[in-house]
T-cell receptor
Framework: NAGVTQTPKFQVLKTGQSMTLQCAQD?????MYWYRQDPGMGLRLIYY???????DKGEVPNGYNVSRLNKREFSLRLESAAPSQTSVYFC????????????FGSGTRLTVV | SQKIEQNSEALNIQEGKTATLTCNYT??????LQWYRQDPGRGPVFLLL?????KEKRKERLKVTFDTTLKQSLFHITASQPADSATYLC???????????FGKGTMLLVSP
C-alpha cells in the first residue's frame, strides 16, 4: 500500500544507547517531518525536511539528529537516549502541491529505561 | 504565546446525534486549518482542510467551519456512529510557514 512506512514499530533502549528510526514514503512527496507524541502534550515537531537536501529544526530538536537520505527516506537518530525521549514517534510527508493534509506513518513506540 | 486549544475532556454522545468539536487558537494568523482523526495505536489520518478565506467545508457527514474573527473552528459529525469514536486533532499552518502545529486533540465517544 502506498504511504509512509516506519520501522521499527516498537523499541526498548537503555539510557545512553543510540538508535535510528527509519521512515520512507512512496508518494513522491517533497516534504517530510518527524513528530513525537506524549500524553497530555499532543504532537510536537522535532525536525523537518522541506525538500531533499534540506533539514530544519522544529519545536523540540534537542537530543535528535536527522538525515534526508534521498527523496523517499528521512531518518531520525537518537545519539544517546534518555528516559525523557520515551514517546511515540511519527513520521509524516507532504506533497509540494498544496495545501493538502499530511500523510502519517503508523508510529514507533520507543521506551528508554 | 501561540496556543491551539481543544477541549481536553472527552465528548460522549449517543449514536445518531451530531458531535461538535471545538478548536480555538491565539496568536496565529493561519493560512489554513486542518482536522485529523487518530485511533489508538495509529497515526493521525487527514480528514478536512479549510482555508482562511473559507467559512465552511463539507465532506460526507463531516462539516468544518472557520471563523478567523473568533479565532475558532468547529468540527461537526452528523448522524454519528460508534465507528466515529476516536481522537480528533486540529492543526494550523501559519501564513508563510510550511509546518503544521497540532492541538492536543479531543476524544469522541459515540455510544450505541
Amino acid at each position: 500500500n502506498a504511504g509512509v512506512t516506519q520501522t521499527p514499530k516498537f523499541q526498548v533502549l537503555k539510557t545512553g544507547q543510540s538508535m535510528t528510526l527509519q521512515c520512507a514514503q512512496d508518494m513522491n512527496h517533497n516534504s517530510m517531518y518527524w513528530y513525537r507524541q506524549d500524553p497530555g502534550m499532543g504532537l510536537r515537531l522535532i525536525y523537518y525536511s522541506a525538500s531533499e537536501g534540506t533539514t530544519d529544526k522544529g519545536e523540540v530538536p534537542n537530543g535528535y539528529n536527522v538525515s534526508r537520505l534521498n527523496k523517499r527516506e528521512f531518518s531520525l537518530r537518537l545519539e544517546s537516549a534518555a528516559p525523557s525521549q520515551t514517546s511515540v514517534y511519527f513520521c509524516a510527508s507532504y506533497p509540494s502541491s498544496g495545501p493538502r493534509g499530511y500523510t502519517f506513518g503508523s508510529g514507533t513506540r520507543l521506551t528508554v529505561v | 504565546s501561540q496556543k491551539i486549544e481543544q477541549n481536553s475532556e472527552a465528548l460522549n454522545i449517543q449514536e445518531g446525534k451530531t458531535a461538535t468539536l471545538t478548536c480555538n487558537y491565539t496568536n496565529y494568523s493561519p493560512a489554513y486549518l486542518q482536522w485529523y482523526r487518530q485511533d489508538p495505536g495509529r497515526g493521525p489520518v487527514f480528514l478536512l482542510l479549510i482555508r482562511e478565506n473559507e467559512k465552511e467545508k463539507r465532506k460526507e457527514r463531516l462539516k468544518v467551519t472557520f471563523d478567523t474573527t473568533l479565532k475558532q473552528s468547529l468540527f461537526h459529525i452528523t448522524a454519528s456512529q460508534p465507528a466515529d469514536s476516536a481522537t480528533y486533532l486540529c492543526a494550523l499552518t501559519n501564513s508563510g510557514y510550511s509546518t503544521l502545529t497540532f492541538g492536543k486533540g479531543t476524544m469522541l465517544l459515540v455510544s450505541p
